[in-house]
């Protein structure tokens, strides 16, 4: 019998491999990069609006402890008054501390709502004690001791004391330059909710003092604030200033030859132009005059918080004294 050889016949198309085509590959790599190039502005904007609002929320915490404090002690926070801050006339006597001239209002927040200083028997001083924050505020009268609770956790604090080979004899320093660059004293403040953090600034006012906010001036002369209570942070180039403001937004603003600067470095009633909505002949200035940033938006001759408070975060451009700073309490 003779054997009948099969043969397979091939469709010569059936060899060629399937795949794609290299105009096939280049346009869906052009599709997820055009994809990627709109999601990450949107997802940047996402993680920015949500750093804000964290940072917003943890500034209404802190106010709360503020407003916590004033129901027990009829007064805001903070154990040295407002003619001691920051290189004031009167000197302040702190064992433990050798620059308590330079305690600033935003240390002087930490050290009413979570304590810091406790009495001495031995010494007519209190003493700076870093490990007796949190535990909270303690009566400084040595006869009639009294410790009181913490108003806050302690939680998003400088760390301290300085870390080795920071270049400051303060517990903040600059990421970029590697000097002393805050004029503060080792005592903590409250930083804000940004990947990188920044002091939140401080101010009381000194209850029932005309105007909005002085320039430097001592105690019993000052108005309503003063720019004491915040310059040893905007006066130097603590901060990254990731972003500028666009050029519309105000007049005078930095160029190439002008590097970014904090506002609210200045009192000076003849420049405080920026206050938002301007009113008949104001203009917007960058950045902004502590006068200006104080002015209550709708009444230019009133301050923003009278006989109150003001907390300030720099914001996500981490610019003191710009347009998207956190502001708290909200302008009454």
């Known amino acids: 019998m003779r054997s009948v050889e099969t043969r397979t016949i091939q469709n010569p198309k059936s060899q060629i491999q399937n795949g794609f085509t290299l105009v096939e590959m280049l346009t869906v790599i052009g599709i ?17 609006k949500a750093q804000t609002a964290d940072t ?36 302040v006597a702190i064992d433990g501390l050798t620059d308590t001239n330079q305690i600033t209002q935003s240390e002087n927040l930490v050290l009413g709502l979570l304590g810091g200083l406790v009495p001495q028997t031995t010494s007519a001083n209190p003493k700076y004690d870093p490990n007796a924050i949190g535990n909270g505020p303690v009566s400084l009268n040595p006869r009639a001791p009294k410790k009181f609770r913490a108003y806050m956790d302690k939680v998003n ?9 920071s270049g400051t004899t303060g517990d903040y320093g600059d990421d970029i330059v590697a000097q002393k660059d805050c004029k503060d004293s080792p005592i903590p403040e409250f930083l804000d909710r940004y990947p990188d953090p920044m002091p ?8 029932g003092a005309p105007g909005i906010c002085s320039n430097r001036k001592p105690i019993g002369t000052q108005e309503q604030y ?13 901060g990254m200033g990731k972003e500028l ?10 160029t190439a030859n002008d590097p970014i600067k904090h506002g ?7 420049n405080s132009t920026s206050v938002e909505p301007a009113p008949s002949g104001y203009v917007l200035v960058y950045p902004y005059d502590l006068v200006a940033f104080l002015r209550h938006p709708s009444m230019p001759s009133t301050p923003r918080q009278k006989d109150g408070f003001v907390l300030v975060s720099a ?11 956190v502001i708290y309490p909200p302008t009454r």
């Not at 943890?58 to 903070?78: E, H, M, N, V």
């Not at 604090?157 to 080979?165: D, V």
Request: glycine residues 10%; without cysteine; hydrophobic residues 40%.
């Open 315 to 325: 914001g996500p451009d981490r610019i003191y004294g710009t347009k998207d700073d």
């Open 245 to 254: 403001p666009s050029a519309g937004d105000y007049r005078g603003g930095p």
């Open 264 to 270: 609210l470095r200045t009192a000076d009633k003849t």
């Open 32 to 48: 997820i990069v055009l994809l990627v190039s709109i999601l990450l502005p949107v997802v940047s904007a996402v993680r920015t």
């Open 226 to 238: 003063d720019l004491k209570q915040v310059e040893a942070y905007t006066t130097v180039n603590i």
């Open 200 to 207: 939140i600034l401080y101010m009381r006012a000194n209850v």
């Open 157 to 165: 604090i400088t760390a301290f004391p300085a870390p080795t080979g």
């Open 56 to 91: 917003a929320a943890f500034l209404q915490r802190i106010g709360a402890g503020i407003q916590s404090y004033y129901s027990d002690f009829s007064a805001y926070p903070g154990p040295l008054h407002n003619g001691q801050i920051y290189n004031g006339g009167i000197p």
